[in-house]
């Protein structure tokens, strides 16, 4: 039986959405039988042991250093304080690396691994490459634009895009150029572009199941709206929404129908706010049929989300490159992104490019953004089309592809 380590770095959500929605694709699709060992850290390990209630043997704690949690995403400051003194219950950056290698290393070396899959984490490429085992690293970053404010990060990225190039393979999850939504955030040398794929993005398949509506799909019903997604960890999450909230401030936006997804499972978030300024619940809205302005949910199921992206207008995002290509390329929706990270901004940068959506820094240019979709809404919308014909949505079945051709060679 081969064994397949898989190493998910714990910021953010998409590393491990991207992982599991590849998992199905390799039991799908595997010729070897096989074996995965999961390692992350913090909220990305409780998912694991969560979803895989019979294999918590297999599922690895390890402590892979991340930044410190600031207001406003990870705090820069904090996390270079960090480098060599103990932050908020955090040891020494020096240590938690050394700590981490440690424990990757003794995995290693117990389990032999016939082929390792790191997503964002690069330390087990040094370990993989040191030990002559085949490594793939899915990622949509290597080398990423950097806004001039932050030049001092420069020499950062340079330490980490060499790590990464220590891969076997570098899979990027997204559509092949020049339809790359991360493509400012890649900038590969030539020396490394003989290792680059691009597989294209991880979708996730919509749901044709004829299911009976729910009552918030029964709500929106025939009604034009903007989605405003709220993703990422706390900080990202928190600050997109504060974002949100000043633009929901201003007297422009009075009539401007709205749902905003929390990202949260929590159902005491789910509310509707009507014309008339009052709240209620989903199913009181539903029967009074009242005349809503803002719909709040914690959680969105599969069938709600693909029911809203399929009828909302556009979206409003913080520019995860995950949920940009569902919006953009499965459902051909214009999107408005306020950025948190200079990857956000990178990938909206792009988008608006192609005049697939809008870049935003501040409430007044999201405003303006909504008047110019809708002024424009065809213009754009023959963009999306075309981009949507070229998406490439099957990069976890590519990919699977590429380990059972990996795991061939192992006989």
Known sequence: MKKIGEFIYPWGSGHYTRMMTLNNALNKNMKNEYEIHYSSKAEIYQKLLEKFPTKHHLIHEILMPTPIDGKMGPSVTLSMLNLLLPILKNPPLLKQISDYLKEERKLFDKEKFDLVINDGDMGSNVLAKNRGITSLFITNQFMPKLWKSRFYLYPSLVFIAKQIAKATKIIVADSPPPYTICEHNLNFPEKVKEKVTYVGHFAIKNNTETKPKTNLEKLIMDEEFGYWMRTGNKSTNNITGEKYQQAFNDTEMINEKRIISHARNDSSIDTVIGKDRKKYSIVD???????????????????????????????????????????????????????????????????????????????????????????????????????????????????????????????
């Open 285 to 411: 809205a539903l029967d009074k049929k009242i005349d809503w302005i803002q719909i709040d949910i914690g959680y969105l199921t599969e069938t709600e989300k693909q029911t809203v992206l399929r009828t909302c207008k556009y979206a409003v995002i913080n520019g995860s490159h995950t949920v940009m290509g569902e919006i953009l390329g499965i459902n051909s929706k214009p999107v408005i992104g306020i950025p948190v990270y200079d990857e956000h901004t990178n990938n909206l940068r792009w988008a608006e490019e192609k005049n697939l959506g809008i870049l935003a820094k501040n409430k007044d240019q999201v405003i303006a953004g909504i008047g110019k979709i809708k002024k424009n809404y065809n213009n754009f919308q023959e963009q999306l089309d075309d981009f949507s014909k070229n998406f490439v949505s099957d990069g976890a079945e590519t990919t699977a592809k590429i380990v059972n051709e990996v795991l061939d060679t192992k006989r």
